[in-house]
């Protein structure tokens, strides 16, 4: 084992044995190299003369580059577009994202949590967790309703065990008691649960209420009180969108400082919440862990998720990270965002309406949902994948089968306008396959 390695290792069992044990066979050997990028760091402020260190280009003192790309993006500075961004992102959007985690999440206040991370969007930094903290055979908890990716991001790279719980009761309420005895088993059996909350979740489209998810957070709180070494990690991709009433703000603000034995990891991004998809722009924030302000428990975690992106793509788009700085200081970014969020609340408000007034009763139920993207039908009649390929044949419309009997509606790409249409040819699908 690298001695950096070593030496990260050793701070977090003095700081905390409980956060050492967490840590996959691979994060216990990761660290960030004092290679290239160290001394390229410290040239930058010593090197007054002759800068002759990073692997880039320049002229006249900016980075190299052409006029015929350039001619398009001449509103930014060379040096904001060409050159690598810092491994852990632009300082600048660093600190923008933390406060914006601040204003969005007021439990946040006064709790110890580290500066956002920059990743190349949320499956970059879903798949950083994974390598940190999940080794082959480890229970990873999660809803049955899940995004279909966490297989291969949890399960087929890392080898861990998904442990799925029922995420709706019969009268429709998210089922708090399910997660309670999957956890329960995995914490009686391992001793170690690495948990996924996925809020607004797709595919359903459900944030929980306040209750659920002060439910949520006592279900966690008590197994780590029995001896459980818990991750926590909160899928914030469609955070905001919440358009009926539920829980306003991300669990991780409750979870941070809840229990030693838990540490909240927050992945989140621009990618949904400020719809800007091929930016691929986002974000992993540590808290909890045990983690003081004395304490350099946040401080290893960073590095380690340094190490993993030094040793995978190096470091992250660096003209995405600035178009987001504009945007958010920007003055009218808050407005812009409250018009488009008007926009997606009234297209899912519309759905609900559409599948509140009982005439398509027979061809299938609606899960609950509240927030984000997504819907889904609960199909009474047809196999739903049956029905996904016959509506693209017949009708010309996508929807995306999750299994048997659930097909997922992304109202969040049809105009409010457009949903009544959209739905009574789904039903007439419906329809021709039961005859």
């Not at 969005?104 to 500066?115: A, C, M, V, Y």
């Not at 991370?117 to 994974?130: C, E, F, K, Q, Y």
Request: some cysteine.
């Amino acid at each position: 084992m690298n001695p950096l390695a070593i030496a990260l290792n050793k701070q977090l069992e003095e700081d905390n044995p409980a956060a050492l044990e967490l840590l996959s066979r691979l994060g216990k050997n990761l660290y960030f190299p004092k290679g290239i990028l160290t001394q390229s760091a410290e040239a930058k402020t010593k090197a007054h003369k002759f800068n002759a260190t990073i692997g880039i280009a320049t002229e006249k003192g900016e980075p190299m580059y052409l006029p015929c790309i350039h001619q398009h993006l001449s509103a930014f500075k060379p040096a904001d577009l060409y050159s690598y961004a810092p491994p852990a992102g632009k300082p600048e959007l660093r600190k923008l994202w933390r406060e914006k985690m601040l204003r969005d999440n007021p439990s946040l206040e006064g709790k110890h949590f580290g500066t956002p991370i920059v990743t190349s969007a949320l499956t970059h930094g879903l798949s950083i967790v994974a390598d940190l903290f999940v080794d082959k055979g480890d229970q990873v908890v999660m809803a049955d309703m899940m995004w279909g990716n966490y297989n291969l991001t949890f399960g087929v790279r890392r080898e861990g065990d998904i442990r799925k719980y029922q995420t709706f009761t019969d009268t429709g309420s998210y089922n708090v008691e399910a997660f309670r005895q999957v956890l329960q088993d995995v914490s009686q059996n391992k001793g170690k649960a690495v948990v996924v909350l996925n809020f607004p979740n797709n595919p359903s489209g459900y944030t929980p209420s306040v209750e659920e998810g002060d439910a949520i957070v006592e279900v966690l709180r008590q197994e780590a009180e029995k001896g459980c070494n818990i991750v926590v990690i909160t899928d914030d991709a469609y955070f905001g969108l919440f358009y009926r009433e539920c829980l306003k703000e991300s669990l991780f603000g409750r979870l941070v400082d809840l229990h030693p034995r838990i540490l909240a990891v927050k992945v989140d991004g621009s990618t949904k919440e400020d719809f800007v998809w091929g930016f691929r722009t986002g974000f992993v924030t540590f808290g909890g862990g045990g983690a003081t302000p004395e304490s350099n428990l946040l401080n290893v975690f960073e590095t380690k998720t340094l190490g993993i992106i030094r040793g995978t793509i190096s470091n992250c788009a660096h003209p995405s990270q600035t178009f987001i700085i504009e945007g958010l200081k920007s003055p009218e970014y808050a407005a812009q965002k409250r018009q488009k969020f008007e926009i997606m609340k009234g297209r899912a408000l519309k759905t609900r309406e559409i599948l509140d007034s009982g005439a398509y009763d027979d061809a299938w139920q609606i899960y609950p949902f509240n927030s984000g993207y997504f819907m889904c039908l609960k199909l009474k009649t047809v196999d739903a994948e049956e029905l996904r390929v016959h509506l693209l044949d017949k009708y010309g419309i996508g929807t995306i089968a999750i299994n048997q009997t659930d097909l997922r509606i992304a109202f969040s790409c049809i105009e409010e306008g457009d949903l009544p249409e959209l739905f009574r040819l789904i039903y007439q699908g419906v329809q021709d396959l039961s005859r």
